[in-house]
């Protein structure tokens, strides 16, 4: 590994490395959560890591700032620096690393690596972006609850090596520690499934900017986690579960339980310590109580451009029904002003679809975009109104948009279930003309109880070539000039952090 004892002349001359230029090193390890790195673009990319010796202790450093070094280089041994220099972070931010390296090459593999006092992060691979490129190799991840498994589809992702992972949320989980052991839980129709609790979270449901930053020390520990962060740059927007289960703009899941002020502090510090453990380029601007992320952007992986998006910050309220995982739909989803998005959000990718000259126009968001009813017509549908069969009439107008682009691709997460769809320009009826196509990924490591509900319901849904619940893992997906293909990983034992990663089902968009 390299030394810095070692290397005292950064390339350029400037002796960066010479020992000593660090004040405030730990005297444990501070590299406990790896590196990462994010928002790949075609001459920058953004490099992290957190220094936390204690990582669910509040992090283990002492008060004060640190100047943390990093070097990339061109070559997995580095030997060729091409970039280097100090970064400055603090106990202000949790002592995360965010470094935005540009003036590189488009389309190309970098590696890199932080080094604090006597101690070397890991290396990691990241790789710029370019429109150039012939193909993309693309990987698409959700919702991996630490108690309901173990990493094996991060071990397998790591191993791919895609040029980006698309992850669109429900990285960590707020919920309290469960029991560890097997128990059993109603699934609806009568019917009862035994789950496990494999490991357990660290304390109750988090609530404060310490809480937050105590679960993701947890989540970022794992090592399978930490591998396919350090194998490819991310791309990352959050769902749900980062800050409270089915939230929606300013309205908490339980607004009965916690009041505005609070649902606002609460989610400010969510917020916040996203930011502090992603790639990310921007932090939050908190005002007060109030705070906004900039998560939502576009990307272009050679014929792929993918615009990825935000619906938890700026949609309306869900209506009709609190059921789950259905409800019956009702006279307000047809308000015209209900959105998943906000008006700034719809606009801003609107522009980005109508000016795109890519082969494949992909929408990387959290929930189902395809409708799907639990019930047989011609009855009105059940729906699930967290999802967009929420929020139809903004749909329609997307669905208006992507049929006048090359190949539109959604891809989303969220359901904890495995999904290849079609989508037609009017989305409750099979027989009108196709516009595109949703590859929902399963989850990572979350339970699906409603798996049963949503495999009853498939012959009523004649859009869905595949649905799949009960599998745990991840999509890879492809894009050349030909096809687009979503290769579907399955993992054998979720419990088991070795287990058998295996290829479920493969679609390409040519032979839906």
Known sequence: ???????LIASGSAPLWA??????????????????????????VVLWTRLAPEPTKGGGMPAGAVAVRYRVCADPAMRRTVR??????????????????????????YWYQFHLGEDDSPVGRTRTSSRKD???????????????????????????????????????YEGGVSPLGQY??????????????????DGPEIVTLWDYRNRYGLYKGDPDLQAAHAASPWIVALDDHEVDNNWAGDTPQDPWAQTPLEFQVRKAAAFKAYWEHMPLERPPAIAGVDAHLQL???????PAQVCLLDTRQYRADQVCSDAFPRGPSCEALQDPARSMTGLAQEAWLLGELARSDATYNVLAQQTWFAPYRYNAPPAAPDINTD???????????????????????????????????????????????????EFAGTSISSDCPWADSVHDAKDANPHAAYVNGERRGYVRC????????????????????????VTDAEFRTRDM
Not at 151 to 171: E, L, Q, R, S
Not at 296 to 302: D, Q
Not at 478 to 501: L, N
Request: charge should be positive.
């Open 184 to 201: 059993t839980r109603d699934v609806g129709g009568g019917r009862k499934k035994t789950f496990e609790v494999v490991r357990q979270h």
């Open 387 to 437: 999802q967009w069969d929420g929020y139809p009439v903004q749909r329609q107008r997307l669905i208006d948009a992507m049929a006048q682009t090359s190949n539109p691709i959604v891809l989303s997460g969220d359901w904890h279930c495995a999904a290849a769809m079609r989508i037609h320009r009017d989305p409750a009826d099979a027989r009108s003309p196709r516009v595109g196509h």
């Open 478 to 501: 492809t894009a050349d000039a030909r096809t687009w293909t979503a290769e579907y990983r399955g993992v054998a034992d979720p419990r088991d952090r070795a287990s058998a990663v």
């Open 19 to 44: 020992p000593g230029v660090s004040r405030g090193a730990p005297a444990r390890y501070p590299f406990t959560l790896g590196v990462a790195s994010g928002s790949p673009r075609e001459t920058s």
């Open 296 to 302: 939502y952007g576009a990307y272009r992986f050679g």
């Open 84 to 109: 280097d220099g100090l970064f400055v972070t603090s106990d202000a931010d949790a002592h995360s690393v965010h470094v935005l390296v540009d003036g590189l090459e488009p389309g190309r593999e």
């Open 134 to 172: 012939a193909a993309a190799r693309l990987a698409l991840a959700s919702c991996q609850n630490w108690q309901s498994g173990r990493y094996a589809a991060f071990a397998d992702m790591a191993k791919w090596a895609p040029d980006c992972v698309i992850h669109v949320g429900d990285y960590i």
């Open 1 to 7: 590994m390299f030394s810095r004892r070692h290397f």
